[in-house]
């Protein structure tokens, strides 16, 4: 069997990959193994959605362990106190001049399976990260994206 690619990490991405592990093996299981308990009472199983719907949870939740277990075993954090600070990497926040819009945009650079643009947090595999990657703080980068190109200044590179 081929060995899984390895994914980098943030520490701060790790941490919250371990927590979710911890989370789903405790207090996940013992919630569902109280719902099928429940369900079962109920009587006739063959009948009883709600004894299907806990263990379809149930089924759920361990594929989520399996999952979290394996990105936990390829993961690859990133030292950050090995990372030249002044230029975009994981683990960098940039903020950059968007020229179309006028306006200034915050964005932490992090793994793939970091990602939450809600949060500003884009990967080093995205367009605009991928971009981003490398450089310093005066930059201007041309970025294709899917809505056409986008063009940035990166104004400021710092890790918090």
Partial sequence: MAKAKQMLYTKEGFEALQAELKERQTVKREEI???IATARSFGDLAENSEYDAARNEQA???????ELQALIDNALIIDETKIDSSVVSIGSTVKVYDKD????????IVGSNEVDPICGKISDQSPIGHALMGKSAGAEVNVDTPSGVVYLKVLEVSRK
């Fill in 60 to 66: 759920q939740n361990e594929a989520r362990i399996l």
């Fill in 101 to 108: 819009f006028d306006e200034e945009i915050e964005y932490s």
């Fill in 33 to 35: 193994k109280e719902a």
